[in-house]
């Protein structure tokens, strides 16, 4: 089994940075695929970034527009998401989850996921 933690969500005003960490244990994700979605107040979840297992390959959402990036440390289970120049549209619940099908925009190739982390952008 394994276990996804979050951390790094908070209340900030427009133009912040933010970088969003997810930490597995359970076991070890160096060769599973990593990706972070988020879910707005009333709307679906959608994808926001994936990155594969070597984290040489990252993968983005149109709507990302060069202002967030994934990465991710093996040898500490920790994947990131740096999010530059936040607006208020970015307020959601950010989640990550893990995937044997590195790279995939779709939640359902998605087999385990955090509890997700709280951002909230204030114009």
């Known amino acids: 089994q394994v276990q996804l933690v979050e951390s790094g969500g908070g209340l900030v005003q427009a133009g912040s940075s933010l970088r969003l960490s997810c930490t597995a244990s359970g076991r070890t994700l160096s060769t599973d695929g990593m990706g972070w979605f988020r879910q707005a107040p009333g709307k679906e979840r959608e994808f926001v970034a994936a990155?594969?297992?070597?984290?040489?390959?990252?993968y983005y959402a149109d709507f990302v527009q060069g202002r967030f990036a994934i990465s991710r440390d093996n040898g500490k289970s920790t994947v990131f998401l740096n999010i530059m120049n936040l607006q208020p549209e970015d307020t959601a619940v950010y989640y990550c989850a893990a995937t044997h099908r590195s790279g995939s925009s779709s939640s359902l190739d998605y087999n385990y996921w955090g509890q997700g982390t709280q951002v909230a952008v204030s114009s």
């Open positions: 990155i594969g297992w070597s984290g040489i390959n990252a």
